[in-house]
């Protein structure tokens, strides 16, 4: 039998009761919801629900295995495939470029990269999911033969089949497997802004500053790279470079403006660090080739002066116990609010076969590459939280395995160049590595390189797509504003009057008003194992349109987001470089709004029935939103950051045409309390035949929390609609709420 402790799945066996039965070559194992049947004939598993429907089947003699020398070490190339159904939809396997929501008809190197984040785990719309448990490369492929998993190196086939009914039953199951996702700040839900990079701690202190006297909201700012210094003294967890003198003032004056500040760091270190002598004494350090290249900054490198720089065995516990120790004195220290884990795939250059060939703690680097980031991620995670519990752990990661969810980590989709394609490529790429159970995904806003865009912010093409980039950036779990080769700050856009600049000021703004509805999914996603980005699949999976559709999906439960990813208000003329912008004429999107539900409007208020394509206006200011009949959701007031504001007056927009119930939830919005039960809840329930709304009594309690509120009633139509400005006194009731059960009656 052969002894393999998962580095994904953390889930203790547990007793389960099931019946066995022989029937012919067939031994078939019963438990409540299932029914697998090997076939001690041909060797095939096949897996069934309890009244006989076929679920999935291993392909007969799907399963091989050939002898494999890994770096010395007598092993094997190991594949299972299966058979599929061949209209069969089946989605995740990780964030790709590729602009696939259906992940059939497909082959995929498995090697975790800067823009592909890889989780070998699908599932079906036939409510079950595959987890294949092995981090070598492996190669996934889907054709007219069927279905598999091929992986370099393994001492057995091993493999996890779930039940779960539906898209979030799939989840839970994933998640009840390899963990739970731990609740984020509040302040992580706000808008964030960095660039590549602020060069002195003069400039990212004014960032703040400016977006304050502007009066746009901001909670965060990020610095990126070489606040250590050259490249020999890369990721040195110190302020070594002479722009940043007084790093703990820094970090003050940020939060004296109250905003917080998360900090680049890497998998990697040069060789003059403090980190890379003592890990190097050790032989923690992995031998090839990483980014960066040369020890000056210069572009392209100078190889004459390689960098030296090296990449941790983050596999090692020790080698992640020294991690922690330089990071938590040399940064942690300072009061910094959050990780930016960079590179934490890690960047392999060269990709020569000897370089899988490095001995890692868990053996060679072939054998466990994949859940590099997952050892990486964790390895500060699990470290900060052991430190202390006042602040909630917050890491936004550029790559991710199986379980990284419950380390509060959140992925970001690479380096990726600013196109419209790519813009729409992220789309698919979040729902569908939210469907490998990981919640928390987000991308650069505007995209990271803007080489397609040689004017840069003088291109009015640019302007717009950043302008779509950061509405759908505003519907994502994290709204960040980021990248390279030229500033990304508001003002960049010109000021208040120029379309660019209040296009953005009115999402941003949006934003923060959905704060009560997005922290209450985020707690949705904690507590019952929800996701926040939402392929249509997982909603309407009876509606066989919504399968394939990868430019739309739902945000939370309520909210249909479908972003704009065509330019519309630029105009081409001949022998001019660059076009000119027009607004002359309003140009519309086609939305697919699913069956099964009645949907309004979210900017007018008008009903309309689903099952059905409409057309929308789509102005630079406006994306399409809609909201579900049923939906209930709260709005907060007006602020300049997460937490300026006591949510006492929150407005409670009823969406009638279905019963409907929301649960508000709030807590003292970071530290660890949460987990020991200290939070609240209300819940509002909707009776659509009674058109009546029972705003229940409050559970639980937090320091801090409010006693008395009003809660402004909102019922939606034409007339109510965010676009028309104030609500009809006919469809708007205010309640005085002290945590009493109450009615309204409309």
Same mark, same amino acid.
């Given at each position: ?12 066996p ?37 009244? &006989?429907?076929t ?21 094997h ?8 159904e ?9 964030s &790709? ?5 259906v ?22 719309i036939?409510?079950?999911?595959? =987890?294949?448990?092995?981090?070598s490369?492996t ?5 007219? #033969?069927?279905?598999?998993? &091929? ?14 009914? /539906? ?5 839970a ?14 302040w992580?839900y ?7 990079r ?14 304050r ?13 070489? !606040? ?7 990721n040195g967890?110190e ?39 003592e890990?190097? *004494? ?11 290249q ?7 490198p100078?190889?004459?002066?390689? #960098? ?23 940064? $942690? ?8 884990m ?27 590459? /994949?859940?590099?980031?997952?050892m ?11 430190d ?23 992925t970001w ?5 600013a196109?419209?394609q ?5 789309i698919?790429a ?16 505007g ?5 397609? $865009?040689p004017?840069?912010l003088?291109?009015p ?10 509405? =759908? ?14 500033p ?15 296009a953005?000021? *009115?999402f ?6 959905l704060l009560? !509805? ?7 996603v904690?507590? @019952? ?26 945000f ?39 069956q099964?539900a ?37 709005l907060?007031?007006k602020?300049? !950051?997460?937490?300026? *504001? ?15 119930? $929301?649960?508000? !939830? ?9 987990e ?5 809840t209300?819940?509002f ?11 229940d009594?409050? @559970? ?10 009003k ?7 034409k007339?109510?609609?965010l ?5 009809? #006194? ?17």
């Open positions: 039998m052969i002894e393999n402790e998962s580095l994904s799945v953390i889930k203790v547990e007793k389960t009761t099931f019946s066995v039965k022989l029937e012919g070559d067939e031994l078939q194992l019963a438990t409540r919801e299932l029914l697998v049947v090997f076939n001690q004939k041909n060797g095939q598993l096949s897996y069934k629900t309890s009244n &006989q429907n679920l999935l089947k291993e392909k007969i003699s799907g399963t091989s295995f050939k002898p494999f020398n890994d770096a010395g070490s007598q092993t190339n190991v594949t299972q495939a299966f058979d599929l061949k209209d069969e939809s089946i989605y995740g396997l990780g &790709q470029q590729q602009g696939k929501m992940q059939r008809n497909l082959k995929l190197n498995m090697v975790q990269g800067n823009t592909d984040d890889y989780v070998p785990f699908f599932q079906s036939k409510g079950y999911g595959i =987890f294949w448990d092995n981090y490369p190669v996934f492929e889907d054709n007219v #033969s069927g279905t598999s998993f &091929q992986s370099e190196v393994g001492e057995g086939v091993d493999y996890y089949f779930m039940y779960g009914g /539906n898209a979030d039953g799939v989840i199951k994933m998640r009840d497997l390899t963990g739970q996702a731990p609740m984020f700040p509040l992580t706000g808008f964030w802004q960095s660039k590549e602020y060069k002195s701690q003069n400039e990212l202190v004014d960032v703040v500053k400016k977006y006297e502007l009066g746009v909201p901001l909670d965060g700012i990020i610095q990126d790279w070489q !606040y250590w210094g050259n490249n020999y003294l890369w967890m302020f070594l470079n002479g722009e940043f003198p007084n790093p703990k003032k820094m970090v003050d004056d940020v939060h004296a403006l109250n905003a917080k500040m998360i900090i680049s760091i890497w998998s990697s270190f040069g060789p003059h660090t403090k980190p890379y002598r890990m190097e *004494k050790q032989n923690m350090l992995l031998d090839f080739e990483t980014w960066p040369a020890g000056t900054d210069t572009w392209p100078n190889m004459d002066y390689p #960098s030296g720089v090296r990449v941790y065995d983050a596999y090692n516990p020790a080698a992640r116990d020294i991690y922690w120790k330089y990071l938590k004195k040399g940064i $942690f220290s300072l009061g910094m609010d959050g990780w930016w960079d590179s934490t795939e890690p960047d392999h250059l060269s990709f020569k076969p000897e370089d899988f060939d490095n001995k890692t703690f868990l053996g060679s680097f072939r054998k466990v590459r /994949n859940a590099y980031p997952l990486t991620v964790g390895g500060v995670a699990q470290r900060q939280k052991a202390s519990e006042a602040k909630r752990v917050f890491i936004l990661t550029r790559s991710a395995f199986a379980g990284q969810q419950r380390f509060g980590a959140n989709s690479g380096d990726v160049t196109s419209w790519a813009l729409e490529n992220q698919s979040g729902l569908n590595f939210s469907l490998t159970g990981i919640p928390y995904w987000n991308s650069d806003i995209g990271f390189f803007l080489s397609k $865009f004017a840069k003088n291109d093409e640019y302007r717009e797509l950043y302008v779509r980039w950061l509405q =759908f950036g505003a519907f994502c779990p994290m709204m960040r504003s980021h990248g390279a080769d030229a990304r700050e508001i003002y960049q856009f010109g000021s208040k009057g120029d379309k660019a600049y209040d953005i000021e *009115k941003i703004h949006l934003r923060y008003r009560p !509805y997005i922290y209450s999914t985020s707690w949705d904690t507590a @019952k194992q929800s996701s926040m980005m939402r392929a249509l699949m997982m909603d309407f999976a009876e509606d066989k349109k919504v399968l394939n559709i990868d430019n739309q999906y739902m939370g439960k309520a909210i249909l987001v479908a972003p704009v990813t065509q330019p519309m208000y630029i105009r081409a003329s001949q022998g001019v470089k660059i076009p000119s912008e027009d607004f002359s004429t309003i140009k519309s999107k086609e939305i697919y709004l699913p099964g009645g949907w309004y409007d979210f900017w007018t208020g008008e009903k309309i029935n689903g099952g059905k394509k409409v057309s929308k206006g789509t102005p630079i200011d406006i994306i399409p939103l809609y909201v579900r009949s049923g939906s209930i959701i709260p907060g007031p602020v300049q !950051y997460a937490t300026e *504001k006591d949510w006492d007056n929150l407005e409670i927009r009823v969406y009638p045409g279905a019963n409907g119930s $929301f649960t508000l !939830y709030e807590d003292e919005n970071d530290n660890y309390n949460y020991k039960g200290v939070y609240s209300i819940t329930d909707w009776d659509d035949e009674k058109r009546t709304l029972v705003i009594n409050r @559970k639980g309690s937090f320091p801090g929390m409010l006693r008395s509120r809660f402004n009633i909102v019922m939606v139509d007339e109510t609609a676009g028309n400005g104030k609500a009809a #006194s006919s469809f708007e009731k205010t309640v005085s709420y002290s945590g009493k059960k109450s009615v309204v009656k409309f």
